[in-house]
């Protein structure tokens, strides 16, 4: 009787073993790749969602905006539901002043203001470059490329301003205001979707109020979340006094 020998049973253990290991090893590597394009695409959708959800929010603003420069009233506010994910800031130029800074990253926005802004007044969207993770300066001048990604111009003589300064509005504080002392302080529209630091907040979606006042050539825009209408001070007449108030959602 020939002999079989003794480890052939072992090595076509082994062997069979190695094939197998070897076989889930690949498996594991070709899921992993497959799992990482599948979120690198995933990832691509939704930041072209949050992409085209700020430029529509932008052009909403922005018609906003110009519905309330277009009223000849002399004072008139709305209210309206604005937008901005974490990835985003919105900016205002006023077509007289160039003085434009953010006390989040310590910048000012000058350089990186479009031609098309320089003698109109725009809205405008910047990338935030910093989010939750970086406030030490890369939005706007001090990166060296920074441009905003979508601007809105407007031909009419627009002051923008913001009636607040918390964890979403960073503007300092305007060289340009109103002469009737509505609110307690103006600031430029600088406003985050947020700006740095686990403790800081998402803007996400909020209410705002837009108030228009209208003083020789100029049209004064305030921008201020809804729920500090409470700040506003009654100096002058209250809004909607000198003219018709506007609210729709």
Request: proline residues 3%.
């Amino acid at each position: 009787m020939p002999k079989i020998p003794f480890f052939k049973g072992k090595r076509s253990i082994i062997d069979l073993s190695l094939w197998t290991l070897i076989e889930i090893i690949a498996g594991i590597i070709i899921l992993s790749v497959l799992f990482y394009y599948i979120l690198r695409l995933s990832g691509l959708f939704l930041s072209g969602q949050e992409y085209q959800s700020t430029v529509n929010n932008l052009e909403a603003l922005s018609n906003r905006v110009k519905e309330l420069a277009n009223d000849r009233k002399a004072v008139t506010t709305q209210t309206t539901v604005y937008s901005i994910t974490d990835d985003y800031i919105l900016a205002g130029f006023s077509y007289n002043d160039n003085g434009v800074r953010t006390e989040c990253t310590g910048e000012s926005i000058i350089t990186s203001r479009p031609k098309l802004c320089q003698s109109k007044s725009c809205l405008c969207i910047y990338q935030n470059t910093g989010g939750i993770t970086d406030w030490s300066g890369n939005d706007f001048d001090l990166k060296g490329d920074a441009a905003p990604v979508k601007c809105k111009p407007f031909e009419e003589k627009i002051v923008f301003l913001a009636s607040t300064r918390d964890s979403n509005f960073f503007g300092t504080q305007a060289n340009a205001k109103p002469s009737s002392n509505r609110w307690p302080s103006y600031n430029y529209l600088v406003l985050y979707g947020i700006c740095g630091g686990f403790w800081r907040s998402s803007w996400g979606i909020k209410q705002v109020s837009l108030d228009k006042i209208r003083e020789g050539e100029n049209i004064f825009i305030v921008i201020g979340e809804l729920n500090k209408k409470s700040d506003f001070k009654p100096s002058g007449g209250a809004i909607g006094g000198a003219g018709a108030q506007g609210t729709t959602h």
